[in-house]
Each structure stands twice: as structure tokens, then as C-alpha cells.
């Protein structure tokens, strides 16, 4: 955990540099660590809303994930978690 208890993904997040790295995260990691970051962002939600550091992040949670955290819907083109009916081999 970093300064004021927030873990390392808080941390870097915001930054406008760190926010990039972020974004990799979320593009690179699989399993368990891939759940724990989408768990982890998804929390912070409102926190990204107000940035836009944070809504490059959430862009790139919508694009790997199929939604938005809230959003509810979207297209779900690169899910690649899951084993989806999508998954490439």
C-alpha cells in the first residue's frame, strides 16, 4: 500500500505519465491479477470520472472489458477474459 493506505494501482493512476502504464496493466495482465485490477479500477470509479488521466483508464477498462464500469452495455469486441465465445486461440 502507498501513501493514505491506496495500493499502488491507486497510486499511479491519476498521474498523466502513470495513467499510461495503467493502461497496460489492463491490457497485459490474465487471471486472477487481470479480476483483481478490473476489481480494483472499478472501485476507484468515480475518482477516474473526474480526471482525464482516469478516463483514458476507463476507456481502456470498456475496450478490454466490454463495458464501462457503469455503463451497463458496450460492444465487448476485445474481451479476451473468460474464454468467451470470441477468444482467439
Not at 13 to 26: P, S, T
Request: proline content about 0%; aromatic content about 4%; some cysteine.
Amino acid at each position: 500500500a502507498g501513501a493514505a493506505g491506496r495500493s499502488a494501482l491507486q497510486a499511479v493512476m491519476l498521474d498523466k505519465f502513470g495513467n499510461y502504464l495503467v493502461q497496460r496493466v489492463i491490457q497485459c495482465c490474465r487471471g486472477q491479477e487481470r479480476e483483481a485490477v478490473q476489481q480494483q479500477l472499478r472501485a476507484c470509479e468515480a475518482q477516474l470520472h473526474g480526471s482525464a488521466a482516469g478516463k483514458h483508464i476507463l476507456g481502456t477498462l470498456r475496450r478490454e472489458f466490454g463495458t464501462g464500469a457503469r455503463s451497463g452495455g458496450g460492444h465487448g469486441a476485445r474481451r479476451s477474459f473468460g474464454g468467451g465465445a470470441g477468444a482467439a486461440a
